[in-house]
């Protein structure tokens, strides 16, 4: 199984970008699927995560109303729309297999390959 984020780039501050994730072996419809980010000498932080019915979703607050999940089932893809992007922002952001919980997500071992994401002020 291996996960690939892309869609990642260089914005200015206000600006948008849509990541998406691809998976290879896996099909993500049915999976509970979480986006991360890890900005330098920082852990790796939850961002945002859907269940793989849709029916839960869950957006942390440093992004809520800004980043939005989703998913295409047909192209066996998940996406990460970010908005109004900030320069705290500025992270490589990836995309995990896990497990939506109500109020949290369990990600797995599984990451992939990252997609940088760097906004400038």
């Known amino acids: 199984v291996q996960l690939q984020a892309s869609g990642g780039g260089v914005v200015q501050a206000g600006g948008s970008l849509r990541l998406t994730c691809t998976a290879f072996?896996?099909?993500?419809?049915?999976?509970?699927m979480g986006w991360y980010r890890q900005a330098p000498g920082k852990e790796r932080e939850l961002v945002a995560a859907?269940?793989?019915?849709?029916?839960?979703?869950l957006i942390t607050d440093p992004v809520k109303g800004r980043f939005t999940i989703s998913r295409d089932n047909a192209k066996n893809t998940v996406y990460l729309q970010v908005n109004n992007l900030r320069p705290d922002d500025t992270a490589v952001y990836y995309c995990?297999?896990?497990?939506?919980?109500?109020?949290?997500?369990?990600?797995?071992?599984?990451w992939g390959q990252g997609t940088q994401v760097t906004v400038s002020s």
């Open positions: 995990n297999q896990g497990a939506v919980r109500s109020t949290f997500y369990i990600p797995y071992d599984n």
């Open positions: 072996g896996l099909i993500l419809a049915n999976n509970d």
């Open positions: 859907m269940s793989r019915g849709g029916r839960t979703t």
